[in-house]
Nanobody
Framework: QVQLVESGGGLVQPGGSLRISCAAS????????MSWYRQAPGPQRELVAT???????NYADSVKGRFAISRDNAKNTVYLQMNSLKPEDTAVYYC???????????????????WGQGTQVTVAS
């Protein structure tokens, strides 16, 4: 089995910074695209940033120039550095892996569109 475990959320003042992490655990072979989504109260989950396995990145317009996504392939971990935080950045942040290849019972399996449990980020004074 594989898991995505987020960490690093918390309370930060407007204008502050926070870095959140997401680590894939299990007998991982490789992870392709990894993304951060966020969900404020309400049904819609918003794509924040994506990074491919080769390091290409893409950002939502609302976070361009403030957030930076990065990854450590050796650790199967993706990070989101959030700077100049605003109250409207308050949300539960979810990690998503487009595809995780992992060992199970001597075979390499693929789990697509896998989600973490989320980590709360609150921006308030």
């Amino acid at each position: 089995q594989v898991q995505l475990v987020e960490s690093g959320g918390g309370l930060v003042q407007p204008g502050g910074s926070l870095r959140i992490s997401c680590a894939a655990s299990g007998s991982i072979v490789s992870v392709n695209d990894m993304s951060w989504y966020r969900q404020a109260p309400g049904p819609q989950r918003e794509l924040v940033a994506t990074i491919t396995s080769s390091g290409s990145t893409n950002y939502a317009d609302s976070v361009k120039g403030r957030f930076a996504i990065s990854r450590d392939n050796a650790k199967n971990t993706v990070y989101l550095q959030m700077n100049s935080l605003k109250p409207e950045d308050t949300a539960v942040y979810y990690c998503n892996a487009g595809g995780i290849r992992f060992y199970s019972n001597g075979m390499v399996l693929i789990r697509n569109n896998h989600w973490g449990q989320g980590t709360q980020v609150t921006v308030a004074s």
